[in-house]
């Protein structure tokens, strides 16, 4: 094809494969039970119980229990669908960025390990904001309990995302040369 060229070809591979990847995780999580979504829901559990210092308990096919807190994190509690687009974001910033050369794809891939590390971050201070606000007396029904998990999400992405554009907007100091 004319005006197509090796690297415009190799530009959209990786975010083709990355939007393959994201469309993929996001099919299996309609099927995955609790038990499988252990790998986003433990280190959750595990920092909540960690901060409130309260005991928690595995419902195998049900979720985690808190009983002192009132609360069962399950499935629908895993953070997957902020996992998949913060993924996106992370890897379309870097790989946006046409001065990374050949290090915009490893850039991308550790965006995979950043936006699976917000996952766990964001999704800790949402279910905290949760409980935080029940011990205030404030117990929202399903609708704002929605609306401040999503707006929470939202919160964590534009950050994270504003970040990640700076910091790779930013050019590294010339190097001096020695004479």
Known sequence: MPGLTTS?????????LL??????LKWWYRTATVDE??????????????????EWTFLR???YIFPGLGILI????SGINFLVITTATFAFLVLKRSD?????PLLAMISVAGAYGLTILANTGRILSMVMTDRLGLHMGPTAHEALGAFFFLVAL??????LDRTLALKPPPHAHST
């Not at 939007?19 to 993929?24: S, Y």
């Not at 979504?37 to 309260?54: D, K, M, W």
């Open 19 to 24: 939007l393959c990847g994201a469309f993929l």
């Open 37 to 54: 979504l252990g790998f986003v829901l433990r280190p959750v559990v595990s920092a909540i119980g960690g901060i409130t210092g309260e």
């Open 8 to 16: 415009r070809v190799h530009s959209f591979v990786l975010p083709a």
């Open 74 to 77: 399950d499935r629908s509690c």
């Open 100 to 104: 990374g050369g050949c290090a915009r």
């Open 61 to 63: 096919g049900e979720g």
């Open 158 to 163: 534009l950050l994270a995302s504003l970040v």
